[in-house]
């Protein structure tokens, strides 16, 4: 899947997310808020001025926002963002309308929209888990301008093939044929388990 996938998704497939920004005491508040379009690179909502979610998108300009579509969780797909925000104003509401007919009616009226403005989240980065697969899938990527950083664990050339990593691996996505052994990032739960497992001190965490 390319990015527009990802964002596309959380539009078209599940909508209604989970964001989190941070108020002025440095403490994180939540709130459920619809994506409500997305194109290549980004993802586009609407709030009210009057909400103190709207003062800490001003604030901060950063939120950042998980949102999960299954039945349980061993059927469950989260994709999770943290990007940077910024207002476009009210040009994009008719449109955000059009495409989200149920807006019409918590506000029916032209006058009851003008409180309304957009945001748009345009620069930062992702992740996709999925659990319906098995194993387990994994995939990051980035939208704008925001570079990519490889996170999670690696095993270095410190590695001496002891298989200790792979035991305690929950996924098997310890692939030992050669040594160094190679960790499946696709595959991986960030559990730690490789880490605290090696003899040698050979697994990281980026």
């Known amino acids: 899947m390319k990015t527009a996938d990802y964002l596309s998704f959380i539009v078209n497939k599940i909508h209604r997310t989970i964001v989190a920004t941070v108020d002025d005491d440095g403490l994180p508040v939540t709130c459920a808020i619809d994506m409500m379009d997305a194109d290549e690179s980004s993802l586009y909502f609407l709030t009210a001025r009057g909400k103190s979610f709207y003062d800490r998108l001003i604030k901060r300009k950063f939120l950042a926002l998980t949102a999960m579509k299954g039945e349980d969780t061993m059927t469950s797909v989260a994709v999770s963002v943290r990007g940077r925000v910024r207002e476009l104003g009210s040009d994009k509401i008719p449109e955000l309308f059009v495409k989200n007919p149920y807006m019409n009616e918590i506000y029916p009226t032209e006058q009851s929209r003008s409180a309304l403005t957009v945001f748009q989240i345009y620069g930062g980065s992702g992740e996709w ?71 040698a001190g050979a697994v990281i965490k980026r």
């Open 129 to 199: 888990f999925d659990l319906s697969k098995k194993p387990i899938e994994r995939k990051s990527f980035t939208f704008g301008k925001a570079e990519k950083h490889k996170e999670g664990y690696f095993i270095t050339e410190s590695c001496i093939g002891c298989g200790s990593c792979a035991e305690l691996c929950p996924q098997s996505c310890i692939v030992t044929d050669e040594i160094p052994y190679v960790i499946e990032q696709e595959h991986c739960l960030h559990c730690g388990n490789c880490l605290t497992a090696c003899p």
